[in-house]
């Protein structure tokens, strides 16, 4: 993985700091000129990692979330969200459209769905206990002009 | 995050500004449940034309209110969404059981 350029942020788990990663997100991808659609495709995914962690990861309590931006060559942006957290006990299950274990929040149970529709690769790691690390990857269309 | 909520003809007309995420998704829902509650509304429509971003937070939000909707015998309309909301509108396969005009 040649990386051309890279940020790392750490926050707390607070909702509050979902629009703070996102913005993190939009300056770091500046750089590379990215297209309106790609450049909301990759906050919204963004928007749904960081949001799993804020309302699933550290429930009652507050721990870090740390967020990685990359970008490597050939346009291929890389993005990692890592948590500390519960963990997650059955990661294929949470996977599936539409299932949440927090409908009292009116959660959808589409974040998954939207990374992996939004952009180009998603892994999911997890272990209980441990915390949960969300990898995604997506190539941005070549830089005309 | 704003919200304008009208009354036009029997509709109650809620229009939205801003960014739709969890975070300020609790406060638009409770603004609008309380106005649906309070003036019994035949139907709702929720108008996405200012809103400059949204992620599944926003589905949660338009399911529950179809719901609360349904429960008050009324019904809901998702008005004037952007290309990109759009988008999110249509993995979600929402717009099979609310009206996206």
Redesign the interface.
Known sequence: MEVINSIKFTMPSL??N??AA?AVVSSFLIQTDPT??EL?DI??AV??AV?NA??HAYRGTCGNIELTVKLLRDREIYIRVKDKGCGISDVDKAMEPLYTTAPE????G??F??ME?FMDKLTVRSMPGKGTTVTMRKRLSPNVG | MKVDIRSERGTAVAVLSGEIDHHNARAVREEIDRYIVAAQPRSLAIDLGKITFMDSSGIGLIMGRSKLMKECGGMLEVRNPQPYIRRVLKLSGIERIVKVT
Do not use: D
């Not at chain 1, 929040?105 to 959808?108: A, D, F, G, K, N």
């Open positions: 909702s509050v979902e629009s996102r309106v659609e909301s906050r919204t928007s749904e949001t804020v309302v929040e009116e959660r959808s589409l974040g769905s939207v529709s």
